[in-house]
């Protein structure tokens, strides 16, 4: 049995649509109800909600408080997930590359461009993607998106057409 | 065969999430994929998109423009049903009873709190309803919405519940 | 507040996948998950589960207990939604008819021809129409199903267009 | 980019919902709208509908079908996805393994208890994860389902449980 945690901490792939504001806003953890659509019969996944942030107002104080979290859960679990806004994800991994020099374990950044239960969200494809992609890769930090495994430091986000590519 | 036309105008019905600004927006009709979910085989239904607009910046001249394109199609269906936002919806629905004191149709404004397509939805619930509405109601000008068909100057917009209740 | 007693028996609306089987089958209630997806403020819905039937298996023993079950009720609310299976909706509302002559409400039996949660349901349009129809609707007997409602006496099934249609 | 042919025979991930027979039936190819729904930017995948089969009524002769198609396509692509019945995918896939033993790239067996487009589908999860695995598998024949990839010796379907478990 593979213990995985998932760390969530806001993002796009977690916001809601708010009728008060008529805006999309991120208020609380998404991710354990879609992830009770998936069937995972042989993987214990724990859900850590740390945080509700669009990660462009994601500070250095919080990427402190993820180091710790993932500090604090790395001698119990296989591997970690982390959900997070698609803008400074590859920031924060590269943080994490830096202060956990010697990972046994993969850690996968993933997000979404459309949240979760919007049509066409790509959130549940990333998340799916992520769970399988902990069982094959080695040690290190990833960036999981639409059908591709990213090592940390070759990867960056294209606004333009809302993915993410390969860099040198 | 009843034949209906379904204007529709903009609204939080129809709106979209867009990846590039990260926020919802009027860009397009929506109504015509949604309609094809219904299974309506007694019913022509036509649907003319006339604009793309958030309710509260709806003008007098868009206000003229719903009336005109109504008083073009009058003749030819047996009923219309408006799509609009809810914030002005009886805006405009009072500015059409004024300017129309002789109708012999029945005409249905509906809209939604949620965008068609997000979870949560109640846009189709209010196609649904105002379709099936027309063919029950009396000639006048209705807000149907969340089960219920309201004459125009009997209801209001309450934003705090989400929905609309009915006036003296 | 409008009250309505939504009586389920089973039919194709209610049939589920089984995966041990790998056939749909009537196992349980599942109305009550899909009356939660609408919007019904004013309305106040008490789901009655009766039995978990195909309707081509529904007897004379059956429809008497639905008969009971409205008897007992029909005090007690202002409209009955009965879910049925398709095949014999027609013959159960005649039977409700006959028994039933001074009836002060109305009483609408619906159901789908693709179950509830399949792709291409017309279940919860059905619903949708079914519970609007009780607020217009005069009393008597009546099939609402795909945008129409039906006086019990004047509609039968046509099994080759899967939908339900007016004899004289 | 990665070319994928996606090899579609049928089986529970592709039974639609029949109105005329009330039951589940394979037609026709189901998959390419599914893929539709995913993101695959880097992935060229073409579909290839080989046969509608329910995997009990499989025989050699089918079997030697989709060995020769995959023989066809191999120098062609990087990777072959088959979407097969539960029942019998492990006796296709070590068919395959013993008619091609010099493979040199992975070929993923997956399919789903439950069928696409019905509610707590495992279908589309397992084609997102066959397509991922694709990318990280070493050459050989796998059955990729519910979050795990088994090489085709190792794995046999549990009924009971609806899932694929690990054989010595």
Redesign the interface.
């Known amino acids: 049995m593979l213990k995985v945690d998932v760390i969530t901490t806001g993002g796009?792939i977690e916001k809601i649509?708010s009728?008060?504001t008529?805006?999309?806003e991120n208020l609380d953890n998404q991710i354990d109800r879609d992830l009770g659509?998936?069937?995972?019969?042989?993987?214990d996944v724990r859900v850590v909600p740390l945080m509700n942030k669009d990660s462009l107002e994601m500070t250095n104080v919080d990427r402190t408080a993820i180091l710790e979290i993932i500090e604090q859960r790395l001698s119990d679990c296989s591997a970690i997930v982390i959900t997070h806004g698609t803008d400074t994800m590859v920031q924060t991994g590269l943080h994490l590359k830096q202060a956990l020099p010697e990972l046994k374990v993969p850690i996968v950044l993933t997000g979404a461009?459309?949240?979760l239960?919007?049509?066409?969200s790509?959130g549940?494809?990333n998340l799916?993607?992520s769970?399988?992609?902990i069982?094959?890769?080695g040690p290190g930090i990833y960036v999981v998106m639409?059908?591709?495994?990213f090592p940390i430091d070759r990867v960056k986000k294209d606004?333009e057409?809302?993915?993410f590519v390969w860099i040198d």
């Open positions: 796009t649509y009728e008060q008529s805006t999309v659509r998936l069937r995972l019969p042989d993987c461009m459309t949240p239960g919007f049509e066409g790509d549940l494809q799916t993607e769970l399988f992609a069982r094959l890769l639409h059908n591709q495994a606004r057409t809302s993915r």
